[in-house]
């Protein structure tokens, strides 16, 4: 805003010590600002803070680290899914070994002689 007023009042000292202190990203946009003749020219933008030339770098970083944050994201739901049914299986199968091994129970009968058949089939030395 300083910069603009001192082009309007034609104040150029103070206009070069503003311009001295721009950072590289400003410079290049009021450059190009300069080139459409903003005093003169209504329709061109008021500050060269709107012009598409300005870009923020760490705005654009911080794009890139907002697209690298959604696939950590979707990297941990998936990490968060496999566990949820890790722990739904470990769940099953305790209980189902906990019924197993319960005497009198007469409709495990048929779960536990599943289990025995399975313990005896998977070790070679049965």
């Known amino acids: 805003m300083y910069y603009r007023e001192a082009l309007a009042d034609k104040n150029d000292e103070w206009g070069v010590f503003l311009t001295s202190r721009f950072p590289t990203h400003l410079k290049i946009a009021t450059d190009k600002w300069l080139e459409t003749d903003p005093l003169n020219n209504p329709?061109?933008?008021?500050?060269?803070?709107?012009?598409?030339?300005?870009?923020?770098?760490?705005?654009?970083?911080?794009?890139?680290?907002?697209?690298?944050?959604?696939?950590?994201?979707?990297?941990a739901n998936e990490a968060d899914r496999t566990s949820d049914n890790y722990?739904?299986?470990?769940?099953?199968?305790?209980?189902?070994?906990?019924?197993?091994?319960?005497?009198?129970?007469?409709?495990?009968?048929?779960?536990?002689?599943?289990?025995?058949?399975?313990?005896?089939?998977?070790?070679p030395w049965f």
């Open 87 to 123: 722990l739904f299986l470990l769940i099953i199968i305790s209980m189902t070994l906990f019924l197993a091994g319960c005497p009198g129970s007469r409709i495990l009968v048929g779960i536990n002689g599943c289990c025995l058949s399975f313990q005896s089939s998977s070790l």
């Open 43 to 75: 329709a061109v933008p008021k500050s060269p803070f709107q012009m598409k030339e300005y870009v923020i770098p760490e705005l654009e970083e911080a794009k890139e680290y907002a697209l690298q944050g959604a696939e950590f994201k979707k990297q």
